[in-house]
């Protein structure tokens, strides 16, 4: 790039910036833009073209073109040379436009004489704005400067739609963050909420993208990349001395991170673009804006990542060069959603219960983000697409996370219509609430035990609000899945304890350690194994390596300290998995008492029944273990051999088919024939019309997620069971393959 191009690039920002500052309607700004453009860059026409809305791009300024056709010529996403440029993200550079793939000739504008056409997107933050073109009668391809140069234009068209520079009565020109916007994304954890945005990490805003002093902006920019090398440094000084696999992988993100700081292209580009005119932060956010565009197209997961770390490095660097630090001086609204792109379960659990719900861009619904949400019963939604660049702190924002919809912004009818929903639900929790302290008993008399799920203590308010029968089932990986390093012993019996505490003498069923398969902890090996569900998970690696499985339940008897004591061994799929993990815990016992530790006055040791091996065990078995549960979530998809976290084959099978169905019945029926104690703590028992077969089937204690009590002992407390069994009956006799229509219609019947 030579002096003279910067210079005249130069000058062409000065004198946008000019145009900018002088009063006037948006239009008239956008129309004098126009006119400067073309005037600089010697062409005949100059135009722009915003979104208006997601698929519909529209003229709104041009000189040169017929300005009859203003606001009236329109096209869709990928038609004609400009809805190219603003689908592919890409410039397009053509001395020769109309014979180029996908032009089309719009009369309106009389534009067949001009060959030669230079169109780029407007774009910020990888958000899609509109199209800058240049055209001229000369057929001829535009030099790369020409090319940099328009993109250096477009970057300051974008951050001033941005500040709402061209909106304006006659121009019809929608102000960016102010149109509803909706969001289909996919359910984290269910439930509505409505509140205002607060950003985890709130933008940074760029109020003056052009450089008054081109010499001090890149002063600026030079020293905040120092700053930034040094805190990279910092941070992986302190991150040197960890271990384990999360530790390495922060590792490689802080390397990554190290690597952009000192890549020399990064700044290269950077310092090019301030030469060019631009100032500091809108030449880091050019930049972060061309990465942001990449990561929409690249599907290389590893790649992706990288450009999320460039990502987050701009955002390092605009905070120190605007000087905001993480501190921006937002407060948290009283009704907050959060919005982030993703978020940690540590950071999240931090928040805690004043959050109304929350919104990700990112995450999945085994993500650590969404067990945090669960246990804090907050309705999240993920996979919400460009939610951090819509949405501004303090916008309105409703969350429906039954359905995974975001509404941003929301116009009268939605936020009625979700009124409406809220509540409904209120509604519905009131009445869930009168019928607290109640049993779920059955018209016909039959009282069934309703326990909770549970594994933060987070979750464990909900034992009172729910009226909760104690705790079914306490996943103890969830403490170790949140963290970065193995807790340790003490820790883990100073929380036993605290859950016991709370549990105020409600029975509480810890699970041991349950890892494997979906569940890996982030700093053990995770191991390669064609099929993990069926693979090294749960008791398997406890008995391999029972090293953890004794801390464990050394921890459980400290915390019980001469307190009744229940603990469950997950996937025994065996009798003798069961035993070998019970002469464990005996070994255990004998150490604790030889160490002079008190001893549980009274000790449960159950098995879960998770895969269909275990329900034809032998009696012995039925007669050893002092309970079972039943762990519907594994067992079903053993059963019909259908991943439960592949959503292609998990819903194709009811949990309601008569096969599933009879295999409970046998497993409650063998459990009866010895006077063992069964429960079903799947998510299926959360389900009210599930929850009523399986009672039909014979299952006197359920344990679900604390939300889905109420729902249950509703149902329940309206039905009889003998009717109930006798309408499975009749379907099994015709040959019905699910009886949900069977139950369904007799329901709607009464
Ligand atoms: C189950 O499999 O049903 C169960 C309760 O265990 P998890 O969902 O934790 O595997
Ligand atoms: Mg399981």
């Known amino acids: 790039m030579t002096d003279s191009t910067k210079s005249k690039s130069r000058t062409l920002l000065g004198r946008l910036r000019e145009a900018l500052a002088e009063e006037g309607e948006g239009q008239e700004r956008l129309d004098r833009i126009t006119q400067i453009i073309a005037e600089s860059m010697e062409c005949e026409v100059c135009s722009i073209y915003l979104f208006r809305d997601d ?78 073109v240049v055209q001229s009668r000369e057929a001829r391809k535009f030099t790369d400067d020409e090319v940099y140069a328009l993109e250096v234009v477009a ?133 972060q804006s061309t990465a942001r565009t990449r990561m929409g197209q690249v599907t290389d997961a590893y790649l992706r990542e990288r450009l999320h770390d460039l990502d987050d490095l701009s955002n390092r660097l605009l905070r120190i060069l605007t000087g905001q630090g993480n501190n921006t001086g937002v407060e948290i609204p009283d009704d907050p959603i959060l919005v982030a792109r993703n978020i940690g379960p540590a950071e999240l659990l931090e928040y805690g219960r004043k959050l109304r719900g929350i919104v990700l ?48 912004r929301p116009d009268d009818n939605v936020v009625e219509a979700f009124k409406d929903k809220i509540a409904m639900l209120a509604k519905e929790q009131e009445r869930y609430a009168s019928i607290r302290g109640k049993p779920a008993e059955t018209l016909d008399g039959k009282v069934i035990t309703l326990a909770m799920n549970a594994g933060l203590m987070a979750d464990l308010p909900s034992l009172e609000s729910s009226g909760a029968d104690g705790v079914g089932l306490f996943r103890t990986e969830l403490q170790f899945l949140i963290r970065n390093k193995m807790p340790k012993r003490a820790e883990l019996a100073a929380l036993y304890s605290r859950v016991i505490k709370a549990a105020k003498g ?14 890996v902890l982030p700093y053990m090996k995770a191991q390669e194994e064609p099929n993990p569900a069926l693979g090294w998970r749960a008791i398997r690696v406890g008995l391999d390596k029972p090293g953890v499985m004794r801390m464990q339940l050394q921890a459980l008897i400290r915390a019980a300290n001469g307190r009744p004591l229940t603990v469950m061994f997950p996937f025994v799929a065996q009798f003798e998995e069961y035993c070998a993990a019970h002469s464990h815990l005996d070994r255990v016992l004998e150490r604790e008492a030889a160490l002079g530790h008190p001893i549980p006055e009274k000790l449960e040791v159950g098995a879960m029944l998770e895969t269909p091996s275990l329900a034809f065990a032998p009696r012995k078995f039925f007669e050893e273990v002092d309970f079972i549960s039943i762990g519907g979530n594994d067992l079903k998809q053993f059963f019909f051999a259908a991943d439960r976290e592949n959503e292609r084959v998990r819903q194709r099978y009811d949990t309601l088919n008569v096969s599933f169905l009879s295999l409970i019945e046998r497993i409650v029926e063998r459990c009866n024939e010895t006077g063992t104690p069964v429960s079903f703590c799947g998510e299926d028992a959360g389900r009210p019309i599930e929850a009523l077969c399986f009672a039909a089937m014979g299952l006197r204690t359920l344990s679900m997620r604390p939300a889905s009590i109420g729902p249950v002992k ?37």
């Open 55 to 132: 698929e519909t791009l529209e003229l709104c300024a041009t000189q040169g073109l017929n300005p009859e056709s203003v606001h009236q010529t329109r096209m869709r996403l990928g038609e004609g040379l400009v809805g190219r440029v603003a689908k592919t993200s890409h410039v397009v550079n053509t001395a020769d436009a109309p014979s180029s793939r996908g032009f089309r000739f719009m009369p309106e504008t009389g534009e067949e004489v001009f060959p030669s056409f230079l169109g780029v997107p407007i774009q910020r933050l990888g958000e899609r704005l509109g199209v800058l």
């Open 155 to 287: 970057m300051v068209v974008a951050e001033m739609t941005e500040l709402g520079a061209f909106v304006g009565e006659g121009a019809a020109l929608s102000a960016r963050h102010q149109q509803p916007v909706l969001f289909r994304g996919g359910v984290g954890q269910e439930g509505a909420a409505q509140g205002h945005v607060y950003l985890h990490e709130a933008r940074v805003v760029v109020t003056n993208p052009i450089a008054d002093d081109p010499q001090a902006e890149l002063a600026r920019l030079r020293n905040a990349v120092d700053t930034l090398r040094v805190s990279v440094d910092d941070m992986l000084a302190t991150a040197g001395n960890g271990a384990g696999a999360e530790h390495k992988e922060q590792m490689q993100v802080l390397e990554t991170y190290r690597m952009f700081a000192n890549s020399k292209g990064w700044m290269r580009r950077m310092e090019e673009d301030i030469a060019r005119g631009l100032s500091a932060e809108a030449a880091v956010e050019k930049e």
């Open 361 to 408: 861009e990112e995450g999945s619904v085994g993500s650590h983000a969404a067990i945090v949400a669960r246990a804090l019963a907050i309705p999240l939604v993920i996979n919400a697409n460009n939610v951090t660049t819509e949405a501004l702190n303090g916008d309105h924002i409703m969350v429906d996370g039954d359905q995974g919809i975001v509404h941003l």
């Open 506 to 519: 409600q029975r509480v069923v810890f699970r041991t350690l349950d890892i494997g398969s979906d569940k």
């Open 714 to 750: 509703s149902l329940l407390r309206r039905a009889n069971l003998d009717q109930v069994k006798a309408v499975i009956d009749e379907a099994r006799a015709r040959g019905d393959q699910s009886v949900r229509p069977a139950i369904m219609g007799w329901l709607r019947g009464r």
